[in-house]
């Protein structure tokens, strides 16, 4: 039942809408890579003279790629107001937050295979695992939990934590995403920046604690989340850890790609080229077009996590509820344009002075 009220006729309609919801993120999940290789297969069919049909195809499958997983917050929302969730709807609340992580699990599941010499195994696997967790679902108990108390302190420690080291990774990100805006001028425009910045991040000192400050926020975020998800949650909390298990992902992908993928494996430099997949780019290439959804929304959930934070800052230290949203509001419209605008860049935007 809703958590505000008694069981009326509509919050059993709610429970029941919730509750039929189970399947939907866990299935869009498993189609995810099928969309990818659908724009992929359109895009070839553009390059041999294909008409406007291959074009609103490409296009038609690369925006429900993005777009669709989303729908997991809202399941993941639902799910989260019932007041009385029995173990089969906390696994499908769980499961519903993975589904819109699907972008860079879909890209550190690639990147993992290809380490292990097993390239084409990724989607495989995927679908093994999200069929997998879909009966899960359906054989996990439907009896309401009964509540454990939590340990409230443990919890606060280590939000306060996360919030410092989110300090940290904030002021990285102010310059490694202002570093990605100078691709809109061109490679070598965002590599002077770079060389410029990476005397500062790189250094012997900033890097470790750089590398294990976002470390930290992904086994602290993915502490909190656990615990998150067996309370109830309104939309703003369930956005903010959709966000959270979607960078959980983003980051260890991210990281590995760099640190271990590039620089150690392929012996390359991190740089433009790396990011966007040259020669082929974003956009022309069956394996790289994996990197658009991720990318994109990567920009915008750590922007937008971050806002959620500030939002409950602002919340402790007595700011009005409505200034706070508005500024919530406000910050993930600003993410949105950041994370298009770096997306535009990487696919080839250019804008010229002369
Ligand atoms: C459009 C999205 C992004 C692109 C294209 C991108 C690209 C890159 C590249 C090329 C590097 C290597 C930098 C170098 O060689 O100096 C790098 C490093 C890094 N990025 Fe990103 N990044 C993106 C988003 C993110 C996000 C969302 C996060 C965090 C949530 C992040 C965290 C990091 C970290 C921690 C490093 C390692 C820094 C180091 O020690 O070298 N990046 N990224």
Redesign the pocket.
């Known amino acids: 039942m809703s958590v505000s009220s008694s069981p009326g006729l509509n919050d059993l309609m709610e429970d029941r809408i919730a509750r039929r919801d189970w399947y939907v993120a866990p299935i869009i999940a498993l189609l995810y890579p099928y969309l990818l290789m659908g724009y992929d297969t359109m895009r070839v069919s553009i390059t041999q003279g294909g008409g406007v049909l291959s074009w609103l195809g490409a296009g038609l499958m690369l925006l429900i790629a993005i777009v669709l997983p989303l729908s997991g917050l809202l399941t993941a929302t639902r799910l989260g107001r019932l007041a009385n969730p029995s173990a089969a709807d906390v696994l499908a609340r769980r499961v519903a937050f993975l589904g819109v992580a699907v972008a860079p699990m879909f890209t550190l599941t690639g990147v993992v295979f290809l380490l292990l010499g097993k390239p084409t195994w990724d989607v495989g696997f995927l679908t093994f695992l999200w069929a997998a967790l879909i009966v899960m679902i359906s054989f996990a108990d439907r009896t309401p939990l009964s509540r454990q108390p939590e340990r409230q302190q443990c919890h606060a420690n280590m939000r306060r934590w996360h919030g410092v080291a989110a300090l940290v990774?904030v002021v990285?990100?102010c310059f490694?995403f202002s570093n990605?805006l100078f691709g809109l001028i061109g490679a070598d425009a965002h590599m002077a920046v770079?060389k410029v910045?990476?005397v500062v991040?790189?250094s012997p000192l900033i890097?470790p604690a750089?590398?294990a400050s976002?470390l930290f926020l992904v086994g602290s975020g993915a502490y909190m989340a656990w615990r998150m998800t067996r309370r109830p949650a309104d939309a703003i909390r369930s956005f903010q850890i959709a966000g959270g298990v979607f960078?959980i992902f983003?980051?260890i992908s991210?990281?590995n790609a760099?640190?271990y993928l590039a620089r150690v494996y392929f012996n390359i430099?991190?740089?433009?080229g790396?990011?966007v997949g040259a020669p082929a780019g974003l956009l022309h290439d069956a394996w790289n077009i994996r990197l658009l959804p991720y990318?994109l929304l990567?920009?915008f959930f750590?922007i937008a996590h971050a806002f959620c934070g500030l939002r409950g800052v602002m919340l402790a230290h007595r700011v009005s509820e409505r200034t706070a949203t508005r500024v919530l509001v406000g910050g993930i419209v600003f993410s949105a344009v950041v994370a298009v605008t770096?997306?535009l860049a990487?696919a080839g935007l250019r804008i010229h002075f002369v």
């Open positions: 990774a990285y990100l490694h990605h770079m910045l990476r991040y790189r890097e750089l590398i976002f960078l983003a980051v991210h990281i760099v640190l430099d991190t740089d433009w790396f990011a990318y990567a920009v750590v770096i997306i990487m």
